[in-house]
């Protein structure tokens, strides 16, 4: 029930996105229009006889004609950069704001009969800002995702073998093995999209939400963006990252307004969790030497996760198939701007394969608290890839989706006659 009232809202804030930019590229297109005829009205041609604008200072013949060409290559402006908006071209709005100085100057310049257009200028005025902020934001994540690569060893990439995987737990050793990772190259980055939806508390609605995610796996480290839409319009952008041992997360509201910008103790406790969770999505990290597995019950083990220290650490659970249903381990939760370390929990809800790379993909995460249980986040990894240093032998996905709810559609599975390290 909970999946069709997700689908439905989700559907319904699909519908009202197009629509609102249906509205601001109609009136993108209007307002070039409308400047056209006044380039035509200055002219004097045919189209627009009775477009006769009166300009604030006496312009002879030639300065009135001078004044209609720049009416025209505003017209022009305005409707190249809609089309550089259907083309997604980030610099969209570079164009469009340049279109709007030089617009609302010729308003001015006519303010008796064209002065109505200013409220055109400051409506349109707003997209393109929230683009500008969009950009500037993500500059920002990705200078992360850069730094995060850079700093990775470029070392050759191990073939998995049994050997590898003879001292872990039992139950670790059937996972991987189901995962089909034997034979295949561990590969040094994972490079993942997302989607679902999630809450910030019990009582409030779910928002949908798309993201993509780089992991690193020869020392520990990812960097995170999410984009969140609620029903209103209201969009949030974050970017939670693990680099160098420390976390940090950074949040705005329509990529302007900061809600968050968290790092400390606590913030580099819970992306040390994550990452160790996470690695359910590369199986071939369980084998890291800064992981450590303890043996508890045919169907558990523990993982800790080491950085001269113990860091984090939690407790996998398995199903007699050997697949992973389950992680739970102590994580510092943000509760009314307070960290508290509560259990942190994640259900594996459904599995796929990626190429032949058998992973837990679908999973609900729940915070254990004593007032009750509260589930907070829904996802599903939609596309994956697998890059190694040896290119020969890389694992690759099909082709990465940026588009919210787009399919993805697999490529045929590329087998590779791998040798042992």
Not at 266 to 271: K, L, N, P, R
Not at 322 to 333: A, C, I, L, P
Request: proline share 3%.
């Amino acid at each position: 029930m909970l999946s069709i009232t997700f689908n439905a809202r989700s559907g319904l804030i699909q519908l009202k996105i197009k629509m609102m930019r249906f509205i601001f590229n109609f009136l993108f297109f209007i307002h070039g229009l409308v400047h056209f005829l006044a380039f035509a009205g200055e002219w004097k041609l045919p189209i627009a006889k009775s477009f006769d604008g009166r300009a604030m200072i006496s312009l002879s013949t030639f300065g009135s004609k001078a004044v209609g060409l720049g009416w025209l290559l505003t017209s022009i402006g305005l409707m190249f950069s809609l089309y550089l908006y259907y083309q997604k071209k980030q610099w969209w709005w570079t164009l469009s704001a340049c279109c709007l100085v030089i617009s609302q100057s010729l308003i001015i310049l006519y303010w008796n009969d064209a002065k109505y257009g200013t409220a055109i200028n400051i409506v349109l005025l707003i997209p393109v800002l929230l683009s500008y902020f969009q950009q500037q934001f993500d500059r920002r994540v990705d200078h992360e995702i850069k730094s995060l690569l850079s700093a990775q060893p470029n070392t050759s990439s191990p073939t998995v073998t049994l050997n590898h995987i003879q001292y872990l737990p039992p139950v670790v050793q059937k996972w991987l093995i189901r995962s089909n990772i034997i034979g295949k190259v561990k590969p040094p980055l994972v490079h993942l999209y997302q989607k679902g939806m999630m809450r910030s508390k019990p009582q409030a609605s779910w928002m949908k939400m798309d993201a993509e995610q780089f992991i690193t796996t020869d020392t520990p480290g990812f960097v995170w963006k999410t984009t969140i839409n609620s029903d209103n319009f209201f969009t949030i952008s974050g970017c939670d990252k693990l680099t160098n041992g420390h976390g940090n997360m950074f949040i705005k509201a329509m990529n302007v307004i900061p809600i968050a910008n968290s790092q400390g103790k606590e913030i580099d406790q819970g992306t040390w969790m994550r990452y160790l969770a996470e690695i359910m999505w590369c199986p071939s990290v369980a084998l890291s030497e800064f992981i450590r597995w303890e043996y508890v019950s045919d169907a558990s083990a523990r993982a800790i996760l080491q950085n001269g220290k113990d860091v984090a650490s939690g407790l996998f659970s398995f199903d007699k198939n050997g697949d992973v249903v389950g992680f739970e381990g102590k994580r510092y939760g943000d509760f009314n701007d307070l960290f508290i370390l509560e259990t942190w929990s994640i259900r594996v809800t459904g599995y796929r394969e990626f190429n032949g790379i058998r992973i837990a993909n679908k999973s609900e995460v729940t915070w254990k608290l004593k007032q009750g249980d509260f589930t907070w986040l829904k996802m599903e990894v939609t596309a994956i890839e697998y890059t190694s240093n040896n290119s020969s032998q890389a694992i690759s996905s099909a082709p990465l989706i940026k588009e919210a709810n787009k399919t993805v559609t697999e490529e045929n599975k590329k087998h590779f006659q791998l040798e042992h390290s």
